[in-house]
């Protein structure tokens, strides 16, 4: 399975349609900052699953700071990340991701495109989507229990 993450659009949802275009995805995951943008994408896309959590800038927003999936048997933890500082560490949300026995947490918040592995719990940030010198989104690849991700940019190279 093949899943698109974004965060931190802030407003751009046309980089959001150029990715989804080009990647044929399976799946989206937006991590927070501008649920409204996901929303436009579902309803561009509307057989598109797309699953979200709220950012710091989704204040009303009521729905749950995190989710918890298990795709193809990989145990995923989705989260914008301010709730576990992340722009001072990522000390907190490994913690809390091991806590949840996940295989790997996806955040966002930095607007910094970053992976990391802390106690054996891999940590993936896809960077901003709409913000930023060079917009990022991740690639994440399910299957039979693996997974691999990756980040590209937004605009492809010529």
Same mark, same amino acid.
């Given at each position: ?21 080009? *990647? ?63 722009? !001072?560490?990522?000390? !907190? ?63 492809? *190279?010529?």
């Amino acid at each position: 399975m093949k899943i698109i993450v974004f965060s931190d659009s802030h407003g751009n949802v046309s980089n959001m349609i150029e990715v989804v275009e080009r *990647e044929a995805p399976d799946r989206v995951f937006h991590l927070g900052d501008y649920l409204r943008d996901a929303k436009e994408l579902q309803m561009a896309y509307p057989d598109l699953l797309v699953d979200t959590v709220p950012g710091n800038c989704d204040w009303h927003s009521k729905a749950a700071h995190e989710k918890k999936l298990t795709i193809e048997g990989y145990s995923l933890l989705l989260c914008h990340g301010h709730d576990y500082g992340v722009k !001072s560490g990522l000390g !907190s949300l490994a913690y809390h991701a091991r806590q949840e026995k996940v295989s790997m947490a996806l955040f966002g918040h930095t607007h910094e495109a970053q992976v990391a592995r802390r106690g054996g719990i891999r940590l993936c940030n896809p960077g901003s989507c709409g913000m930023g010198y060079e917009p990022t989104y991740g690639v994440l690849t399910v299957q039979d229990g693996c997974a691999s991700f990756s980040i590209k940019p937004v605009q492809e *190279e010529e």
